[in-house]
């Protein structure tokens, strides 16, 4: 994106420093640095406002407080910001996730997801098969009014939420 839109700036956080490393040393490789900077923060006190478009890329699921980032998300946001969550494609009933795909998200979320949110406050563990239900409620309990799926694929959904 940075290369694409080099008028416009972007700041990438994580809570793990490896990954922030790495990502710096990319944004030099790609020279991009100069729009793209990253730093070490987690989902609820990454710094900033008036943000015009904010991410999560395959990630809330695994969060303990999903509705707690969303929040801070939901303050961060110009008044016609964007929040953009890309997630695992899953359906609401367990047997229309079994599928060669969803066996696989299945296993993931067993053995990564739930741990991973189990293990940080609120525990909230939606998992990599969280319905589009169990996800529309995590925005709306954010203060998102406005939420629509804009693309799904075998793999994964796309939401859109604006305040």
């Excluded at 694409?4 to 420093?17: A, C, E, T």
């Excluded at 923060?41 to 890329?57: H, M, N, P, S």
């Excluded at 997630?87 to 079994?98: C, K, M, S, T, W």
């Excluded at 998992?127 to 994964?156: C, M, W, Y």
Aim: negative net charge; hydrophobic residues 40%; aromatic residues 12%.
């Amino acid at each position: 994106m940075a290369k694409s839109y080099p008028k416009s700036q972007f700041i990438g956080f994580d809570y793990h420093l490896e990954s922030i490393e790495w990502a710096r040393n990319d944004a030099v490789t790609e020279r991009v640095s100069q729009n793209a900077d990253f730093e070490v923060a987690t989902a609820k006190e990454f710094r900033g406002k008036d943000y015009d478009l904010v991410t999560f890329f395959d990630c809330l699921h695994d969060m303990g407080d999903p509705v707690g980032a969303a929040k801070h998300v939901r303050e961060v946001l110009k008044p016609d910001g964007t929040f953009m969550v890309v997630e695992p494609f899953a359906q609401d009933r367990v047997e229309h996730n079994l599928t060669p795909v969803g066996r696989v998200f299945y296993n993931a979320s067993f053995l990564v997801c739930v741990p991973a949110s189990l293990s940080q406050e609120v525990k909230l563990g939606l998992g990599a098969q969280a319905s589009d239900a169990d996800l529309l409620n995590v925005f709306r309990s954010a203060g998102f009014r406005h939420v629509r799926k804009s693309i799904e694929t075998p793999f994964n959904r796309v939401f859109e939420a604006r305040p």
